[in-house]
């Protein structure tokens, strides 16, 4: 990837690489470069361009040189030391690069074919500004899509905006999204156009406040023409159709003794942020750059990393994302994150032939509670919130061993085989599903005591075990104690 | 509320064929909490429609068993939705279908349920057990069959009937609302997908030792440095983006309309014999300005704890 960014820069200065018989300097030709003076948004000369393809070059995947210089990512000086660059210009260059409003970029892109027709002069892109003005009647600022439902759902369409409240809900309003457009895919440039980002803010606010010095002078254009662009947008813009559709889930909810009527909308704003922050924690964020390089290296990294695993990746439109709406083209697939319960029966689980505190449970699956236990043992001051703490780690360990206890009788019809088996009896009577056993289970008592002592056996040299050496000596009262404990759980342990 | 009675109603080990996956824009895997107290509520209108005028109250649900129908490759890193095309088109080509995620599900419904005599029950009971062979959808899917129904009593602070009740739903996992997690980072200045994401990404942290050696740890959030628990994103009810009125193409014209979207909260699933209340699984429907929720009243009363009300402050003046 970083050899893709010298071979893209070899490829802009081809011709003066030929030129000239001895190296080529890079760093003097970047450093020129990204600290030319640039009085508008308008690229003016070839070093522009030049400047435009150094910057939106993708060095990793969907992320642009740009980009990795604005986010501090340790790629973007890679990419520059393996040009040959002193770390001092370095600094100087990511610098300039991080100072280049972001609008320069996604405007030359847009504009390309505009800007390139004329030589300084901005009439084409006048011109097409005018006409983005005007197609944008056939589209709809909405804030939830329908076509998300069923493609054919060209209503309802609602912009809303909600209020934030610490509620604990994901729902509008309570998270920063972008703004979703419907369109006739053929005119997706309007949307691009509206989200473009003038000091943060984005075109159709502006459009919307009827901003007009602001939107003229970004586009060297005369306040009469902008006059006309901000009529024909709000025409346009704003038409909510509140209709609903019969491919639209609508549900009953009870409301007292009467119910209302839902028809369920995505939020697209809301399900695109989603896959874009999960996207920048799993793959693009330096930390997680920095974090998978040194674990696989096995260096020590202050920062550490996150991951986002199990997740379902869907998308809308198939083919043709642009049928669905402005955002969708823009992501094209989004995720869902998973919501599944545990599995109680699992497929490398097997049923224990002599011992079932040997065979199926260790210790240092519950090598967390144990940890903490040790701390709680240290401390020099004993109250009851500490004795309490203490007990709920005994717990999660019996919990452990019931969640495992299900497990195995989950497989024991198929797995156990009485002639081959070397369990004890109680063992038996506890996770045979055969049915004199399970009488068994149900009626008498003695062999389950013998299951509490060997439950609390293993609580109590667990401990031991885990810590070695630096294991604190419990006397006979805490195994009493444990004992308690696992006693309370005697029927869920039946 | 020591020695508050309820009754109760247990529906043990629902197969659900092809139930609905896709419980909101956000999450696929077991259906939304919506769905469940839905099927409830059919049921109860379908039994009022049979002259047994039971009332179901409050309902959980307890999961023994899911079979999600997602694939993932070998080198993969997601998984994508195993979809149907069914049926075929005239040329015996595939027909186009927006991808619905499916699951089959092994599940039991604990019923909180009044207005019956004790003589009524078996009536119920038959009614119930007739309703879910003839006709009853749940969660979007068909019903393949389950165990018999029956009733208890569980009087609220007798450990005896909390513990027969555990026994009934063994081994599964009830599902439980986490709101107050999400409360509690959102207080803090976090943004909703951000505070639902950090409980479920895995933190990966690494420690040097004395000798320079280093180990690497992966763990997810703890809550005051406990595990958390099996912590899920639900659809716990909608949120409503519009006034309420009339809109064309609404399925009954004499109801309120609103749009709505579905709205996402954590929830826990938690083996049953761990709970200590009957009510620490059951849910109920509560509407409250544009919220229509499912939820717990444990949630409740912790929210009410943390935001009290301003006449109860001024009282203590």
Known sequence: ?????????????????????????????????????????????????????????????KQSFKSLCDSGHPVARESLEKLGINDSEINLIINSVESVDNLFIEYCELFKDELLNKDNSLNEVHKKITELSLDCSQGTIISHSPKMTNPSCKYPRLNITASNSPDGFVRSGNSPVDFDMHI?????????????????????????????????????????????????FNSGLNEQDLRTHFAIKQIYFPVEKDYHQLSILSPSGLVFSLKNKIDHINDRSKEAYLGKKARKENQYVISGFSTIVNLTV???????????????????SYYLLSSSPPAIKTRDLHFPRTDFFVQ????????HAFHQLHTLYSRDDNNMHIRAERDEYYQSVVDHIIEKMWQVRSVALEQYIPTASQLSTAQKTWLCQQDEGKVL??????????????????????YEKILGKKAIKLGYAEHKHMQQIVIKNKEALR | MIGEVKKLLIIPHINVHNANALSSPYTIGFPAMTAWLGAVH?????LNAHDIPVVFSAAGVVSHDMDLQTYKGENDFVRSIVGTGNPLDKTGARSAFIEEARCHLDVSLVIQFDNITIDERDNL????????????????????????PFCINSEEGVTEDLIKLQRALMPGYAL?????????????????LDALIDYLAIHHQCDKDEDGKVTWSSSRKTLNNKPAGWIVPIATGFHGISEQGKAKNQRDPDTPHRFAESIVTLGEFKMPHRIKSIEDILWRYHQEGDLYLCQQAAQVAKAKKRDPEPHSIESEF
């Open chain 1, 184 to 232: 006739n895919a053929t005119k997706l440039k309007v949307f691009k156009f509206l989200s473009l980002k003038i000091n943060g803010i984005s075109l159709l606010e502006l459009i919307n406040d009827k901003n007009i010095n602001v939107i003229s002078s970004v586009f060297l254009a005369n306040e009469r023409l902008v006059n006309d662009w901000v009529l024909n």
């Open chain 2, 42 to 46: 059919a049921l109860q209108r379908q």
């Open chain 1, 360 to 367: 199926t449970v260790n210790y240092f699956q519950c090598k």
């Open chain 1, 1 to 61: 990837m970083v050899d893709d960014f010298k071979k893209h820069i070899d490829k802009l200065i081809k011709r003066k690489l030929k030129d000239k018989k001895y190296e080529f300097d890079y760093s003097s030709w970047l450093i020129t470069l990204v600290e030319q003076e640039m009085e508008a948004i308008h690229p003016q000369s070839e070093f522009h361009w030049e400047l435009f393809e150094v910057l939106s070059f993708d060095v990793l995947y």
């Open chain 1, 314 to 332: 869907t998308r809308h439109g198939g083919d043709h994302p642009k049928n669905i709406s402005g955002l969708n083209n823009k992501y094209q």
């Open chain 1, 441 to 462: 289970r149900e009626t008498a008592d003695d062999w389950l005591d013998e299951i509490i002592q060997s439950v609390s056996t293993f609580v109590f040299h667990g």
């Open chain 2, 176 to 192: 439980i609302e986490r709101r107050d997690l999400m409360i509690d980072a959102m207080e803090n200045g976090a943004d909703a």
């Open chain 2, 125 to 148: 009971l038959d009614a119930v057990s007739h309703l879910l062979h003839a006709k009853m959808k749940m969660a979007g899917g068909d019903i393949r069959d389950f165990q018999p």
